[in-house]
């Protein structure tokens, strides 16, 4: 569900401002339901995810993820809890 909800914000920013593919490939996408960042800090430990990208678009993904984790009450930044 978290995949697809931010999988659907990376579309709606590529339509607006970049071409369509160039956010966040699929594994990236995973990475990022898995570890829920919820800082732009945070999104740098997603695989896939550099400096550059937190810096661009990263706000519009982590509003998805924190929005999607508060309304079905998952916690946020689980980095401890994944292996």
Avoid: H, W
Avoid at 34 to 41: E, H, K, W
Avoid at 44 to 54: A, F, H, M, N
Wanted: aromatic share 2%; charged share 25%; glycine share 8%.
């Amino acid at each position: 569900m978290l995949v697809r909800k931010v999988n659907d914000g990376q579309i709606s920013i590529a339509l607006r401002q970049i071409p369509g593919g160039m956010l966040c490939n699929d594994a990236a996408l995973r990475d990022m339901a898995r570890l829920r960042p919820s800082t732009p800090t945070a999104l740098l430990s997603v695989r896939g995810v550099g400096e550059k990208k937190p810096a661009d678009v990263g706000q519009r993904f982590i509003e998805e993820i924190v929005t999607c984790c508060r309304e079905n009450r998952l916690a946020l930044d689980t980095y401890g809890d994944c292996a």
